[in-house]
C-alpha cells in the first residue's frame, strides 16, 4: 500500500517517517556503458545519457538518517554537475552534526564522495550501515593491486573516502531492520554488497531501489540491459527483474539513484517490460 505523497512529489510521509528526496546534481554516461542492447535502444542514449544523482533524507522525529551521501567534489573533473549537495561546505556543518545515521546503499565514488573530505568525517556523530561484503570488499588493501591499472585511480579514492569513517561503522550482513520501519534490503549484483531500503508504515512501504536500475531510457522497458560499472552483471539483471515485479504487483511506490527525476514513482507492466509512472 502507498505512502501519502505530496504535491510536489519529492516529499513522502509514512506513518511517522518523512522521506525527503535531494538530488546531488546529475552524471552525462556514454553509450558505451550498456551491452545487451538492440541497435534501438543503443542509439537511444547515444553518444551519452543523463543520470540523475539522487540521495534521500529520512527523517523520525528522533533521527535523520541520509541514505548516501553525494559525491562531493570529487567527480566534478568528469562530471561537472555533480557533487550539487556541496555537503563539505563549512557553512553546513551544523546541518551534518545533526545526522544521526548514514545507509550507504554502496560504495562507489558518487555515493560516499560526501562522506569525507581531508582525512576527517563529515559527520562525525552518525551510525554508518553499510553491508559487511562491501565494507570489505573495497577496504581490502590487496585489492589496488588487484584490479586493472584503469580501474586503481577509483579504488584509491573509495578507500580513501572510506578510512576516516572506519570507527563509525555498523556492519550488516544480509537483511536488517535498523528501527523506525526501516529496513536494509541486500540488493547484490551492481557491487557486491549492494542493498536498497525499505520504509514501512502499518500497511504503508516504499522502497529506495539505489543503483538497481541506473537508466530509466533503457532499463525498465528492457531490465536485461547490463551495465559496465556492475560487478556481476548476471547477478544484477536477477536482483532488478525480482524487485521489479515485487514494485509493480504490489504497487509499492519507490525511487533510485539515477533516475532522471528526484521525484518518487510507481512501476507498471508494459509489454514484456515495465514503465515508470511519475506520482
Known amino acids: 500500500m502507498p505512502g501519502t505523497l505530496e504535491k510536489s512529489a519529492t516529499r513522502l510521509a509514512l506513518g511517522d517517517l518523512t522521506l525527503t528526496a535531494l538530488s546531488d546534481g546529475y552524471l552525462d554516461i556514454p553509450a558505451a556503458y550498456f551491452s545487451n542492447v538492440t541497435p534501438a535502444e543503443q542509439e537511444a542514449v547515444n553518444p551519452s545519457t543523463r543520470f540523475g544523482a539522487n540521495t534521500w533524507l529520512i527523517e523520525t522525529g528522533t533521527r535523520k538518517i541520509l541514505v548516501d551521501a553525494g559525491s562531493g567534489h570529487f567527480l566534478r573533473e568528469r562530471f561537472p554537475a555533480s557533487g550539487a549537495l556541496t555537503w ?121 531501489l539505489a543503483d538497481v536500475v541506473v537508466s530509466d531510457a533503457l532499463q525498465f522497458a528492457n531490465p536485461e540491459v547490463r551495465y559496465a560499472l556492475d560487478s556481476d552483471p548476471a547477478l544484477a539483471v536477477q536482483t532488478r527483474k525480482t524487485l521489479f515485479d515485487r514494485l509493480s504487483a504490489d504497487r509499492i511506490p519507490f525511487a533510485a539513484t539515477h533516475l532522471s527525476t528526484d521525484r518518487f514513482g510507481y512501476l507498471e507492466t508494459r509489454g514484456n517490460g515495465f514503465a515508470f509512472a511519475e506520482v
Open 88 to 208: 563539505q561546505a563549512p557553512e553546513k556543518a551544523e546541518e551534518r552534526a545533526a545526522v544521526t545515521d548514514i545507509i550507504i546503499t554502496h560504495m562507489h565514488a558518487d555515493h560516499i564522495g560526501g562522506l569525507s573530505l581531508n582525512g576527517s568525517s563529515l559527520f562525525p556523530n552518525a551510525v554508518i550501515h553499510v553491508q559487511a561484503t562491501e565494507w570489505n570488499f573495497w577496504t581490502d588493501a590487496a585489492l589496488l593491486s588487484a584490479v586493472p591499472e584503469d580501474k586503481r585511480p577509483m579504488v584509491h579514492l573509495i578507500q580513501a573516502l572510506a578510512k576516516p569513517v572506519g570507527n563509525q561503522l555498523r556492519l550488516h550482513r544480509g537483511d536488517a531492520d535498523l528501527g523506525n520501519g526501516i529496513t536494509l534490503l541486500s540488493a547484490p549484483g551492481h557491487t557486491p554488497g549492494h542493498q536498497a531500503v525499505h520504509l514501512s508504515a502499518g500497511a504503508e512501504e516504499m522502497i529506495l
